[in-house]
């Protein structure tokens, strides 16, 4: 415990003799394994999230565009999330040049110093082994891993928490406010991370430090005072800064209704995705969408037909060979919509297996079909682990209870959160409760020792129906209907490690028996317990090798073919391109005075012209072509000061890949009808016998049309 010394200590770059070492040495292994993980085929993931990486490249031409996070370089909306994510990238790409591999290291970066931030809170508090352990979970963690693969804002959001969990540690342990300070300037960090979602780590810091730390009372309750006022004024001041900045100053706050950063993190992406209001691919202002049902595309935009061949040298791991393209009107057995587009009843929204679908809201909800492979491998164990250290110790305040609360908070919180929402939880949400699931199940090891060497019965109960749970956990994931033929021998193993842990548990603990030694006893619920990693471990590396897809982050091991459909299997699309190249030079050979190259109607349309050009894209609707941002009056005065002159439109409609946006429609809806056609031929190649082409921008092989407005009737 001479940790305690020195909490925030951070490794320091000296010699040190290999006796000095070699208590590191198991932590070096771990975040070895972690770098490795993280960084495994870094470097085919591509651009990763096409509209991120957009908003990044916007980012680093302007310090306007830096500040307010804009999707384009024209600074006419932003991204729909706050920027401290894309700040890191943006500052990385302004280092090492823009270039995939500068956003994605930062997000691998970031996983690995989650797992250190475990790591040191652990050791803290509890033995060297027990955080060895915790680091090791996290490290192994399926959707940890993946969502340390994409330019996503998940990693740094993760990243932050567990900072801000590893300094509410040390101000726990010390009593030193400058601890408790760095701990809320990192929790209100994450807010600016991704709004809400940095929240749940916030409680436990402030209730732990009333409670357990070693200083008067008085101290304490003025040091949980500076904490809220530290977490508000860091993590508000971004939003806050927006909303007091003039409209006409700043880009529209992407994806909210009233064009306010507060509106969008606390009713459209807080309480509105709680309750469901907010659809999935709804307009920002209307929660049911242009198809009247929530969230979902209008009818008909899907057409029956097959996705067209595609080379089977393409992106590892296409599912389900001449799978149908997704129809929001077929209904799946047991709810949600097979292979499609669809609301499960109950709540949720998604395509089963894929990234998209986070089940039926419900207490079970963490351990289901689509969520149970991403998360659940060690939940039991973990919840086991906090109830255990709170029994034991009857809420008397200590080091090991504050960092129980803090976690398990962080934990029943965000669990909790993602359980009663019925809006969209994508699977790579739950990468946020990754953190504190592994600090707990470190420290049931922690207590599971205490027991052995104090030979307490009465508590078994804790242990014991954990290690059991997690066995049902970990059989009811690989047995599942798809992966039953993968690995089989893993659920036999995972369930023969928790009956030989449990009886060298009863074994050693019975009052007035010696079984088994102490030493004996521990190393077999060491050995076995490791038998508990190696199936997440082998799901994370199975999925690894079936490919990553950045934009919806998903660890599927199993059910994969190399086939023709274009959907991914970890979560994402394939978008058929068209020659993005021949249009950019075409629009740049016709520009002028424009101050913007085209517009478009979503961010699907831009984010490849924004990426390989620069060039400012005015994306009329937002991200999914929904938001009001701009009224036809408006539209038409740029166009008459030579502002805007080409606009890009899809034939099935306005918005995102066509699911149509209100927004974008009543922006350009006289485009068709008062500007001229632009013949394919001359901006593009590939050119289709109705005069139109396809391009990137939607789950379909949509079809475009170019126009333009230089001499627009009055």
């Not at 019975?510 to 030694?517: E, S, Y």
């Not at 021949?582 to 016709?590: D, F, G, N, S």
Request: hydrophobic share 45%; charged share 10%; glycine share 14%.
């Amino acid at each position: 415990m001479t940790e305690l010394t020195s909490p925030l200590a951070l490794p320091q770059l000296r010699r040190i003799s290999g006796r000095r070492f070699a208590p590191h040495a198991p932590i070096a292994g771990v975040l070895a394994l972690s770098g490795v993980l993280n960084g495994w085929a870094l470097g085919t993931v591509g651009w990763g999230n096409a509209y991120y990486a957009a908003a990044v490249r916007s980012m680093t031409q302007s310090w306007h565009n830096f500040v307010f996070a804009s999707f384009e370089p024209g600074g006419f909306v932003s991204v729909d999330k706050p920027p401290l994510s894309l700040w890191v990238q943006t500052l990385s790409a302004k280092v090492f040049g823009f270039h995939p591999l500068s956003l994605l290291v930062p997000q691998a970066v970031a996983g690995v110093l989650s797992v250190w931030f475990v790591y040191r809170a652990a050791l803290m508090v509890a033995s060297r082994s027990a955080a060895v352990i915790a680091a090791i979970v996290l490290a192994v963690t399926p959707i940890h891993v993946m969502v340390s693969h994409s330019n996503n804002l998940d990693a740094v959001l993760v990243c932050m928490m567990a900072g801000a969990a590893w300094a509410g540690v040390a101000a726990v342990v010390s009593g030193r406010l400058r601890s408790l300070a760095l701990s809320s300037v990192l929790a209100g960090l994450a807010m600016t991370a991704k709004m809400l979602a940095g929240v749940p780590v916030m409680p436990g810091l402030v209730v732990a430090f009333v409670w357990c730390a070693p200083i008067g009372w008085r101290r304490r309750l003025l040091g949980s005072l500076l904490s809220v006022l530290i977490m508000a004024s860091v993590g508000l001041s971004w939003f806050a800064l927006v909303d007091l900045t003039p409209a006409s100053k700043r880009p529209y706050v992407g994806s909210s209704v009233t064009n306010s950063a507060f509106q969008l993190a606390f009713e459209r992406n807080g309480a509105n995705q709680v309750d469901g209001t907010q659809g999935g691919f709804g307009g920002a202002g209307d929660a049911r969408g242009p198809g009247g049902r929530a969230g979902l595309p209008p009818p008909g935009q899907f057409p029956g037909a097959a996705v067209p061949a595609l080379p089977r040298s393409g992106p590892l791991g296409r599912l389900l060979p001449g799978v149908p393209l997704p129809t929001p009107t077929t209904p799946a057995p047991g709810g949600g919509f097979g292979g499609g587009f669809g609301r499960p009843p109950g709540g949720g929204f998604g395509i089963p297996r894929l990234g998209f679908n986070g089940g039926v809201p419900g207490w079970s909800r963490l351990t289901n079909t689509e969520l149970g492979s991403q998360i659940a491998w060690f939940l039991p164990l973990a919840l086991s682990g906090g109830l255990l250290t709170v029994a034991r110790r009857r809420l008397r305040p200590s080091a090991l209870l504050g960092a129980s609360v803090i976690f398990g908070g962080w934990f029943l919180v965000g669990a909790g959160a993602f359980s009663i929402t019925k809006g969209i939880v994508h699977p790579y949400y739950l990468s946020n409760i990754g953190p504190p699931a592994a600090a707990l199940v470190g420290i049931c090891w922690h207590e599971i020792r205490s027991l052995i060497r104090d030979r307490q019965r009465a508590w078994l109960l804790f242990p014991v129906a954990g290690l059991m749970a997690t066995a049902v956990v970990q059989w009811t994931v690989l047995r599942r209907p798809d992966s039953v033929s993968w690995r089989p021998w893993l659920a036999w193993m995972a369930v023969a490690g928790a009956a030989v842990a449990t009886v060298a548990l009863v074994a050693t603990c019975g009052r007035g028996t010696r079984v088994i030694g102490a030493r004996v006893a521990g190393a077999t619920v060491v050995g076995v317990g490791a038998l508990l990693v190696i199936a997440p471990l082998m799901w994370t590396q199975s999925s690894l090798a079936n490919g990553v897809t950045p934009q919806l982050p998903y660890a599927q091991a199993t059910g994969l073919d190399s086939g023709r459909s274009g959907l991914q299997p970890n979560g994402g699309f394939t978008f058929p391109a068209g020659d993005q190249k021949r249009l950019v030079t075409y629009l740049q050979a016709q520009r002028t005075t424009e101050r913007w190259l085209v517009a478009v109607e979503s961010a699907g349309q831009a984010e490849s012209i924004i990426i390989t050009s620069g060039e400012p894209v005015m994306t009329l609707g937002g991200f999914i072509g929904s938001d009001q941002i701009i009224t036809e009056a408006q539209l038409r005065a740029k166009i008459d000061e030579r502002q805007i002159r080409y606009f890009l439109v899809s034939a099935g409609g306005f918005g995102r890949g066509g699911f149509g946006g209100a927004g974008a429609t009543n922006a350009s809806s006289f485009v068709s009808t008062e500007c001229a056609e632009v013949p394919a031929t001359t901006w593009q190649s590939g050119s289709t016998t109705t005069g139109e082409t396809s391009f990137a921008g939607g789950p379909t092989s949509a079809s475009f049309t170019l126009y333009d407005c230089r001499d627009l009737r009055p």
